[in-house]
């Protein structure tokens, strides 16, 4: 895969254009360019974009236009294997952590799932971050097994919408067991992992992350239409 194809698959639309517009006045530029970008994505974009300016023999102008048409070309990047396991030499992916930095790119809102949650994990962190920031967050909780961490998710994530499965009329119990974060209508990630300590460092978790809007817009839409027809309602404690 060419630099350029690498980061066309990494950058998205929206960070291409900001960084394309900050390029008017060459290399020196480039780490200015990319503030624009959260911090947990900035090195690994500054890479990128060092290594398609050396493809360009230092054209910056150059440059500038590979991140137009980026931001103008509809695309989605392969899906990313997102493991939690040892350390192996060559191997797909990162850590389950992939999920609180899929948060912190956020700017307008996050849907998220989980099953548990350690409170001091830095999924639970991130969320916190991001209802700081103004992002708007909605989280999906399970109270038939889960009901103590639902309520301690609630309280730590004042001013996010808090939603949970309404209670079968027959009286049994329905799971939510979902594990979703999705930031917006973007990239998803759907794993294995809960929002615990255990799943980020310890366990043997995979999920498959996806910068595809397509599959980010459809899992909004779902969920939306599960709170619509009340299969999931607010949860208060």
């Given at each position: 895969?060419?630099?350029?194809?690498?980061?066309?698959?990494?950058?998205?639309?929206?960070?291409?254009?900001?960084?394309?517009?900050?390029?008017?006045?060459?290399?020196?530029?480039?780490?200015?360019?990319?503030?624009?970008?959260?911090?947990?994505?900035?090195?690994?974009?500054?890479?990128?974009?060092?290594?398609?300016?050396?493809?360009?023999?230092?054209?910056?102008?150059?440059?500038?236009?590979?991140?137009?048409?980026?931001?103008?070309?509809?695309?989605?990047?392969?899906?990313?294997?997102?493991?939690t396991?040892?350390?192996?030499?060559?191997?797909?992916?990162?850590?389950?952590?992939?999920a609180?930095?899929?948060?912190?790119?956020?700017q307008?809102?996050?849907?998220?799932?989980?099953?548990?949650?350690?409170?001091?994990s830095?999924?639970?962190?991130a969320?916190q971050?991001?209802v700081?920031?103004?992002?708007a967050?909605?989280?999906?909780?399970?109270?038939?097994?889960?009901?103590?961490?639902?309520?301690?998710?609630?309280?730590?994530?004042?001013?996010?919408?808090?939603?949970?499965?309404?209670?079968?009329?027959?009286?049994?119990?329905?799971?939510?067991?979902?594990?979703?974060?999705?930031?917006?209508?973007?990239?998803?990630?759907?794993?294995s992992?809960?929002?615990?300590?255990?799943a980020?460092?310890?366990?043997?978790?995979?999920?498959?992350?996806?910068?595809d809007?397509?599959?980010?817009?459809?899992?909004?839409?779902?969920?939306?239409?599960?709170?619509?027809?009340?299969?999931?309602?607010?949860?208060?404690?």
């Amino acid at each position: 895969m060419t630099a350029a194809a690498e980061l066309g698959a990494f950058l998205t639309k929206d960070e291409a254009k900001r960084i394309g517009g900050s390029l008017d006045l060459g290399h020196g530029l480039l780490h200015q360019a990319v503030k624009s970008v959260h911090g947990d994505r900035r090195e690994r974009v500054l890479e990128l974009l060092d290594a398609v300016l050396a493809d360009l023999a230092g054209d910056v102008r150059a440059l500038a236009v590979v991140l137009s048409a980026l931001s103008g070309v509809p695309r989605a990047a392969r899906p990313q294997l997102v493991w939690t396991s040892p350390s192996l030499p060559h191997s797909e992916g990162h850590t389950t952590l992939a999920a609180s930095q899929l948060i912190n790119e956020a700017q307008s809102y996050v849907y998220a799932a989980t099953y548990s949650a350690t409170m001091g994990s830095s999924y639970v962190a991130a969320l916190q971050e991001a209802v700081g920031r103004g992002v708007a967050v909605t989280l999906v909780v399970d109270r038939a097994r889960q009901a103590q961490t639902a309520t301690a998710l609630a309280g730590r994530l004042a001013g996010a919408r808090i939603w949970t499965m309404s209670p079968p009329e027959v009286g049994e119990y329905a799971v939510q067991h979902a594990k979703i974060v999705m930031i917006d209508g973007l990239a998803a990630l759907v794993t294995s992992a809960n929002f615990s300590s255990a799943a980020a460092e310890t366990n043997l978790e995979c999920g498959i992350l996806l910068r595809d809007a397509a599959v980010a817009s459809s899992i909004k839409a779902h969920l939306d239409q599960l709170r619509e027809s009340r299969v999931l309602v607010d949860y208060s404690a």
